[in-house]
């Protein structure tokens, strides 16, 4: 790790202005993907911002047919948390395999999602549940947010205080994990809103990170059970490959994990 | 046996350090005006190297020196050896590419030391490593075994026209060729044995201190035989006389063999500490672990069995390419040769056989042994043969194994090894019983109506421990010899202290070496000690691999043991006005046998310090010292078995139950044996579903990190189901085998069998990712 200097915030205002002050600050929240990079130094910031502390960005709240998650709540406490399993069991579920205990007692939502790696189960729940995105600026549609792999609309300095998902009919999420990471090798979330539109949402499987799928979105509209994309097929172009699975495979995992997310949603 | 007697599940003694944190390690070493090493490592798997420019970084705050691949050799400093020597089928000596500790012109793997930073801090170290300027020209790269040996391929060494290291053969090829003339069923296989990256948790690490005074080294090394480590470092790399040298090996988190050789890392330690004139720490990151610790495996194999009308096994010819890596690393010569080939008649009654073994360099880390070295290659192809063999000949697996057991011992293999003895039959029963073999086929259909491919594997594994007869392992080229030294101390008080040569970083040696004394004494294992990992300490010892410190170290100390007992006894009987011959130790006494007059070990100890009443003409004292060396190599063997079921939908494979039926010959402390076992078979199922150390095809590594390669964890594995059947190794007192390696050498045969017989497609390559078994499912 090179030289940095490391600030302790207590208020997202405090934050943003210590921001402002520093060269090339980076917010740290649980430091599960910031910190091992810097220790490989592959990222040198001038200032470490830690948002740990901030107490506004800690909390779950479900609200009418809203459920908030706080930006810095960390997996262990969505997986834990009554209102979550209440309302969208599929979320806790997502953050019960989401990497390792180590990971999920550190990581947090807003991290995951500021992060936006191409095979973060996150991105997935939210483009599939049509979250909202809050910020200390604005808010911003999942569309809207994840742009490509690392990419997303954060402004610099923008710090991201909540996610907003609207409590569906029904969800599921099922991922099949990379052997080695843990993250999504490709998974898979499928969403029956309320008000009965199907939105399904796959991460890992694609160059330009995370995607929905209108074909399996299209079969489950017309009847949603697992058969029903037995017909459906998915193109492998455009998708990862690695040494753990080609671009056929994950097509083929993208199917395979949807109709498994429909059988398990509730 | 007593309760901490032979037999026992003691637990053990240096748990209580290693899970307290208080373990000491060479990295917790610190010493007074330390200073810390940072290598430049080559980015590219061939390059010239065609200046470096440290200018910047000398002046950078906190360096002490920037030194190069040049003047290391400058300065004398021996190229590294490779300890085994090889002669090709055309009696040709191996050809052995020139390997200086850091590369002065040519790199040929991603990882090379060009060039090493000493500096105040490991940081500092590290920043001034970043500002140093070194000037490549690259080369073009060859990282696969078969493109290396094609004609035009790059060229590593000029040592090595075509990048063949050796081209050897063993066994007798007219006889196995006649055996295939007469065969009515030829079986036929091709098989690739992965490359793997060892990864013992407690990275490499060196501390070297030189005494400019004394003109004397001390080297604190991640070693599992820090005497061996000596002896190389004197005889061949002009590092310091043995007596001005002493090594170090303190407490070691793993091996599994990557800690055997002797690296690059330490030899610069050395050199750079008399250099700078202070001592030099380095301690290799996870990265520089995968880069740089010797990888294992690497084989493809091509490989045919004759059978006659009655499934008997009639010959085997098999031809292995070996992938060295770029440079032939301590004893990676024998790897493939006279651990691998001399153990290809398996379990298994073969007349004839014939191997031939290729010796291949590549842009890639060298690979030497890694647990099982050899035998897990060996096991792996014959267990896949003999699979594929059952599936051609529409035969019951378990059946055509038990038809061509070797069941007469001694038996002597037409590749060298003679078997002394086993049961093949008593671990093959064992096994099909514990995992109720005969019901499958029901389990099977069950699965198949919830959409499940259930499979079930056998493997029957031998492995040749004990390393080794020192004749005869010389004779087959090695250069050293491979006994064990031990020596047992009485101390006054009558404590006692065991020194020995094996070395222990993980295998509890600090328990199940005090055992022994508490059988032999009937004392508390809280009263004995056991030293090692200091050539200071112990005078010699080959250390630990090739499950060889019970079966020869243990026995070493056995023999120290038995002197020493037989001049307690005559001390005992001069005191007691007794017999010698009628003295018999028990619960810590000499006793006259037959009356209740006795004398306690620790009276018996201050009667030979004190001196002051002994027999006539013997010398004060009771401390005794022994050689062991063994007359075979042992025989471990057992049958693994292994159901799981696949999804076809993912080609995710799932344990359903994992039995191992192990005979090791007598079993000093049981949970121990347990433990080993498991972490064995955790290794087994990690090669043959989860690990593979890749490179892609210009050399670069493409699993440097835990987030590409896959190591298995605790969820990977199932609960494993373990017995024992036992026939006594004749070849040593104790009746030991060993049984560190075996769970190695033996499932992954047993997985890769499981899943083949689950999906119905007998070829499919390890690791056996869900991408692959689904691909192989869907295959045409
Ligand atoms: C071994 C391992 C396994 C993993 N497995 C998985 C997995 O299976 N699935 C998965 O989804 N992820 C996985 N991860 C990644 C993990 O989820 C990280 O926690 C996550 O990517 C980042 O969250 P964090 O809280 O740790 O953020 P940090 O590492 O602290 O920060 C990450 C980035 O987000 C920015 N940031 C953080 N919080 C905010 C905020 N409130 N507003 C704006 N920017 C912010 C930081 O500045 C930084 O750039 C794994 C990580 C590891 C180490």
Redesign the interface.
Known sequence: ??QTTYHRASSVDEAVSLFGKSSEAKFLAGGQTLLPVMK??LASPSDVIDLGKIKELQGIELSGDTLTIKAGTIYYDIMTNADVKKAIPAIAHLTSVLGDPAVRYRGTIGGSIANNDPAADFPAALLALGATVKTNKRSISAEDFFQGLFTTALEDGEIITAVSFPVPAKAGYEK?RH???RFA?TGVFVAQTKSGEVRVAATGASQSGVMRVPAIEAALKANWSPSAIDGVSISASGLLAD????A??RA??VK?MA??AVAAAR | MGVEGIGASVVRKEDKRFITGKGRYVDDIKLLGMTHAHFIRSPHAHAKVKGIDSSAALNMPGVVAVLTGQQIVDDKVGNLICGWAITSKDGSPMKMGAWPAMAPETVRFVGQAVAVVIAETKNLARDAAEAVVVNYEELPAVADIHAAIKSGAPQLHPEAPGNQVYDWVIGDEGATDAAFAKAANVVKLDVTNNRLAPNAMEPRAAIADYDAAEEHFTLYTTSQNPHVARLVLSAFYNIAPEHKLRVIAPDVGGGFGSKIFIYPEEMVALWASKKVGRPVKWTGDRTEAFLTDAHGRDHVTHAEMAFDAQNKILGLKVKTYANFGAYMSLFSSSVPTYLYATLLSGQYNIPAIHAEVVGVYTNTTPVDAYRGAGRPEASYLIERLMETAARQLKVDPAQLRRSNFITQFPHQTPVIMAYDTGDFNASLDAAMKAIDYAGFPARKAQAKSQGKLRGIGVSCYIEACGIAPSKAVGSLGAGVGLWESAEVRVNPVGTIEILTGSHSHGQGHETTFCQLVAERLGVPISQVSIVHGDTDKVQFGMGTYGSRSAAVGLTAILKAMEKMEAKAKKIAAHALEASEADIVIENGEFKVTGTDKAIALPMVALAAYTAHNLPDGMEPGLKESAFYDPTNFTFPAGTYICELEVDPGTGKTSFVNFVAADDFGRLINPMIVEGQVHGGLVQGIGQALLEHAIYDANGQPVTASFMDYAMPRADDVPSFNLSHTTTLCPGNPLGIKGCGEAGAIGASAAVINAITDAIGKNNLEMPATPDRVWRTIHAA
Do not use: D, F, K
């Open positions: 790790m090179y490989q130094r099949m052997p080695a990471s090798l040494i753990h699975g080609t056929e495979y083929n995992l395979v109709q498994r």
